[in-house]
């Protein structure tokens, strides 16, 4: 179970990490109700699963050749820091609640669609799961029970956390600062770019 483990632990760092799908998430939240935060948050998880498997698809083809094998463990590795350094540096925005949002209530399918389609139309969360699923397929020598569990460690903490912040939305959103979220994903970046100077040494370890 360890691979799961460390699934969390990664769907935990991501979860904190404030970007475009995560403040649409709040503000659906806060304007629209539970419900439809938590359509929002499914419509979110959906994207993350899809890109995950045409990820997984894709890199096992990948890595049925050996002499690929060292050149993407250390490319997943160097976009896993560049991506940590970008979320570092990220500028982020006060969370505004007060747009008077009155207009009719749209349908559920229209929650889970815009969440849907809002993270996965974000290139970040591709390079991000791609340079992933990359460097935890070398790591784990493409033994699909290991990977299947950090996988499913990963999605399923982060899609409980979106519920849990869907739950708190009101609550929270009065200490959502620009200050603290600044602070916040600079943590997040550093630990980010931790986790790609791992999966390189692990690469060259096994390799």
């Known amino acids: 179970m360890f691979p799961f483990f460390e699934g969390v632990l990664l769907g935990s760092t991501l979860a904190v990490l404030f970007g475009p799908a995560l403040f649409s998430l709040l503000q659906t939240s806060v304007h629209r109700g539970s419900k439809a935060g938590v359509l929002f948050a499914l419509g979110i998880i959906g994207s993350d699963i899809t890109i995950v498997m045409?990820?997984?698809?894709?890199?096992?083809?990948?890595?049925?050749?050996?002499?690929?094998?060292?050149?993407?463990?250390?490319?997943?590795?160097?976009?896993?820091?560049?991506?940590?350094?970008?979320?570092?540096?990220r500028k982020v925005?006060?969370?505004?609640?007060?747009?008077?949002?009155?207009?009719?209530?749209?349908?559920?399918?229209?929650?889970?669609?815009?969440?849907?389609?809002?993270?996965?139309?974000?290139?970040?969360?591709?390079?991000?799961?791609?340079?992933l699923m990359v460097g935890i397929s070398a790591n784990y020598d493409q033994d699909k029970p290991a990977i299947l569990a950090f996988f499913s460690g990963a999605l399923v903490t982060i899609l409980a956390t979106d519920f849990a912040k869907v739950a708190i939305a009101n609550r929270i959103k009065k200490f959502l600062t620009v200050a603290i979220m600044t602070w916040v994903n600079r943590i997040v970046g550093i630990i980010l770019c931790f986790f790609g100077v791992v999966l390189i040494a692990r690469v060259c370890f096994n390799f």
């Open 54 to 89: 045409l990820c997984y698809m894709g890199v096992t083809q990948l890595l049925m050749n050996e002499r690929n094998y060292l050149f993407l463990g250390l490319l997943s590795g160097i976009i896993m820091i560049i991506f940590g350094l970008i979320t570092y540096s």
């Open 93 to 131: 925005h006060g969370l505004d609640s007060s747009n008077g949002m009155k207009d009719k209530m749209p349908g559920p399918l229209t929650f889970l669609l815009k969440g849907y389609f809002l993270n996965i139309a974000n290139p970040f969360i591709w390079v991000f799961w791609i340079s």
